[in-house]
């Protein structure tokens, strides 16, 4: 093997001869934590189906190769030299009818659908009969997915490299100071839950606990299809009112109150009109100008798209399982509705056979120290052929010569603070006011979470990410792409994060 390939001894079957030679790159963004078994079963027939129509609807061959690796997913390019095949552009002009008209109503009419389903799973039987029922609707939700993903980040570049024609010292964040304050579903769902904390607080008071829980159901069961994580397992805010209700706690009114009222306030025409001043032709001027409204009008789909599809769907996927897995426990075959999680979906579907309950239960507890024993490891950025600009560092350690690190700057300003190490949401009780959140990645149900802290450091994302958006409406000083943070960085290390340059300076 040469130098520049990394793979474990204990890996090196998991992978053939060419694929040893290829560059497999942890996808830390949507799978920080190990995934389980279930889950994996569930994205091929529902993430990665959909993905591969949409490809096949816009006439692209899929360049990717995918593999998991203790729970963790890992992604290669198969040719790098297959070319890109550019979307019609009228396509990306029309998105905002089409979802409007088209996309969302069938998926609105779909999510009542698959909720009206939940209700009939009342056996094995039947609660298998509709499992794969909301699997089909689900694998078209993603397809739908992936025909929004697509187009919007393809023309969000385009518009890009047009502007960096004629003002070449432009950044790829500062795209978003032209789209800030547009209305979308992350904002909407903050703002409500900025009118339920107002209520909390007057509810507390007068000690009305089950008026509080009331209230927190009617929420939920409006916004709460949604989870903590990526995966199936993952904690439901609606299946949940304990996640509401700890948000409600620690939550201050006052730092809520002033970041939602700011979510208005924009200088979209100042930073338009520094950006027409570098355009002196008229025809770039009309390009720019029908760009700019295109990109506009789609710009929520960002976030719109993620919460009827990545988060409410696959949510109602979840709550089919957790109800399966609870007649499950009923027939002894595990000990809690959860478990289920941690069975492949085709011993699963073969429950009704003779089975022998122990294998089943032995599986279930396996799975699950396997799970819990990778999620306390970082797995390689890396492996097979690393990049040339990668160079594997110890993360076991800090090391006393190492006093700064850098990333790439997302939301703008200067903060100095205590860190706190967020792997996944189970660890945001940590978190008190004006503290850093340090985490791998984020997804929009962690938004309440950003009323609290005063900085952001993210291995993972780009300036245009779910984080990177939400930071920025939110005015906090956010650093992306810092290699290793959750392990360099510790618990209550006092830091300087600097949002302008992207670097990350340790006091203590």
């Not at 591969?52 to 692209?60: D, L, P, Q």
């Not at 396509?91 to 109503?105: G, I, M, R």
């Not at 022998?356 to 819990?372: F, G």
Request: aromatic share 10%; glycine share 4%; proline share 3%.
């Amino acid at each position: 093997m040469t130098n520049n390939i990394f793979l474990p001894e204990s890996l090196q079957n998991l992978f053939s001869s060419s694929e040893k030679n290829l560059t497999w790159a942890w996808e830390s963004g949507h799978n920080p934590m190990p995934i389980t078994p279930l889950s994996q079963d569930i994205q091929k027939l529902t993430t990665e189906m959909g993905a591969n129509k949409a490809n096949e609807y816009f006439g692209r061959t899929n360049k990717s190769l995918k593999k998991i690796i203790n729970g963790y997913t890992y992604y290669a390019t198969k040719n790098k030299n297959i070319s890109k095949t550019n979307l019609n552009v009228s396509y990306s002009e029309n998105l905002a009818q089409k979802w409007e008209h088209d996309f969302l109503p069938e998926i609105l009419k779909d999510l009542e659908n698959m909720k009206s389903k939940l209700n009939q799973i009342q056996d094995i039987k039947s609660g298998l009969k509709i499992i794969n029922e909301l699997i089909t609707i689900n694998q078209h939700h993603w397809d739908i997915h992936m025909q929004i993903v697509i187009p919007l980040h393809e023309y969000t570049d385009d518009f890009f490299r047009f502007i960096k024609s004629f003002n070449p010292n432009y950044k790829l964040s500062n795209l978003y100071d032209l789209f800030r304050g547009i209305e979308n579903k992350t904002v909407e769902i903050d703002e409500n839950l900025y009118e339920l904390k107002k209520k909390y607080d007057l509810l507390i008071n007068t000690n009305s606990e089950e008026q509080i829980i009331e209230e927190i159901e009617k929420f939920n069961e409006k916004y709460g299809y949604r989870a903590v994580g990526f995966d199936l397992a993952d904690d439901i805010w609606k299946d949940n009112n304990n996640i509401v209700l700890n948000i409600l706690k620690s939550l201050p009114l006052s730092v809520l109150e002033n970041k939602i009222s700011d979510f208005s306030n924009t200088n979209e025409d100042k930073f338009l009109n520094d950006l027409l001043n570098f355009i002196s032709d008229e025809s770039n001027e009309n390009k720019f100008h029908n760009m700019y409204l295109t990109l506009r009008s789609i710009w929520n789909l960002k976030e719109d798209h993620s919460f009827y599809i990545d988060q409410y769907s696959s949510s109602l996927i979840s709550l089919a399982f957790r109800k399966l897995g609870q007649i499950l426990v009923e027939k002894k075959y595990i000990q809690y509705n959860t478990d289920i999680f941690y069975l492949n979906f085709e011993t699963i579907k073969s429950l009704n056979s003779d089975i022998i309950i122990d294998d089943i239960l032995k599986s279930v507890k396996e799975n699950k120290a396997s799970i819990e024993y990778h999620k306390n490891t970082t797995p390689p950025k890396y492996l097979g052929l690393l990049p040339s600009t990668h160079v594997e560092e110890n993360t076991n350690e800090f090391s006393e010569r190492l006093k700064q690190l850098k990333g790439t700057s997302a939301s703008s300003g200067k903060f100095t603070g205590v860190a706190k190490i967020i792997k996944n949401f189970e660890d945001s009780y940590k978190l008190e006011q004006g503290d850093i959140m340090v985490c791998i990645s984020t997804n929009p149900s962690w938004t309440p979470l950003f009323g609290i802290v005063s900085g952001i450091i993210c291995e993972n994302g780009g300036t245009l990410s779910h984080t990177a958006i939400v930071a920025r409406e939110y005015g906090i000083p956010t650093v992306l792409d810092v290699s290793n943070a959750t392990n360099i960085i510790r618990d209550n290390d006092l830091i300087e994060i600097n949002g302008d340059t992207g670097v990350i300076n340790f006091i203590n």
